[in-house]
């Protein structure tokens, strides 16, 4: 019986798998050729082949692969940030600015995650003054008093990422109003000169003035008489 090359192997393989151990030969036909063979008596000129004794082979636990469609857990958001910090005013600051302008910076590291949909959130006393991307606010006509600040970083979700240590300020704003009142207060002798003064000397000396009666353009006046005529001598 001839058989094959690939028949060879296929034998060789089904032995190991088995492990049974058999005797092979090789030997060449007319036409030169070689073949494998397990019957010496298959040519004349056969000769037995010897294959070392195979190990026997233990089955291993398969290692799990994650499918192509299962998905990483993302990575959480929140460590995403490290610190975020209002750099100015400092706190409990007093600011002193009569239109009541006040301008808040802060920073945070690493930098905003725009294209996730994260922005800067600024409060005062609680309320929402600013949201975006800039680490600059500037806000106008605020009242006089003490206020608290606010800053965090908040998800496309509402979610808040991180938050600023809050910072309390005081603004100081003076009207007109109270300069004259302070000025008077503190005895000041030009005050009495202050174009915004309603009781200059001069507006007093105009009342005064108007407070003169005058007669009404109809009525008559009595008349003085005329002087006698001259004497003249006998």
Same mark, same amino acid.
């Given at each position: 019986m001839r058989v094959s090359p690939v028949?060879? =192997?296929?034998?060789?393989?089904? /032995?190991?798998? +088995? %492990?049974?151990?058999?005797?092979?030969?090789?030997?060449?036909?007319?036409?030169?050729?070689?073949?494998?063979?397990d019957s010496p008596s298959a040519c004349s000129n056969a000769e037995e082949i010897e294959v070392d004794a195979l190990p026997t082979l233990i089955p291993t636990k398969p290692i799990a692969v994650p499918s192509s469609n299962s998905s990483l857990k993302p990575q959480d958001d929140k460590s995403l940030y490290s610190e975020l910090v209002i750099t100015s005013p400092s706190n409990d600051s007093t600011i002193r600015d009569n239109q009541g302008n006040l301008t808040i910076n802060f920073r945070a590291a690493p930098a905003l995650k725009a294209r996730k949909g994260h922005k800067y959130v600024v409060t005062v006393d609680g309320a929402e003054?600013? *949201?975006?991307?800039?680490?600059?606010?500037? /806000?106008? #006509?605020?009242? @006089?008093?003490?206020?608290?600040i606010g800053v965090k970083i908040v998800a496309s979700d509402g979610s808040t990422k991180i938050a600023?240590?809050?910072?309390? =300020?005081? /603004?100081?704003?003076? +009207?007109?109003?109270? *300069?004259?009142?302070? @000025?008077?207060?503190?005895?000041?002798?030009?005050?009495? %000169?202050?174009?915004? #003064? *309603?009781?200059? +000397?001069?507006?007093?000396?105009?009342? /005064? *003035?108007? %407070?003169?009666? +005058?007669?009404?353009?109809?009525t008559k006046l009595p008349t003085r008489p005329p002087p006698p005529p001259p004497s003249t001598s006998p």
């Open positions: 028949l060879f =192997i296929l034998t060789l393989t089904s /032995l190991c798998v +088995s %492990n049974v151990q058999a005797e092979i030969y090789t030997c060449e036909d007319a036409n030169g050729n070689t073949i494998y063979t003054v600013y *949201n975006g991307s800039s680490t600059i606010t500037a /806000l106008k #006509n605020v009242d @006089r008093g003490t206020h608290t600023a240590t809050p910072i309390n =300020i005081t /603004l100081q704003r003076f +009207s007109a109003l109270q *300069n004259q009142e302070n @000025r008077f207060n503190d005895g000041d002798p030009d005050a009495d %000169n202050d174009p915004d #003064n *309603n009781d200059s +000397s001069d507006d007093k000396d105009q009342d /005064l *003035n108007n %407070n003169t009666f +005058s007669f009404p353009t109809n």
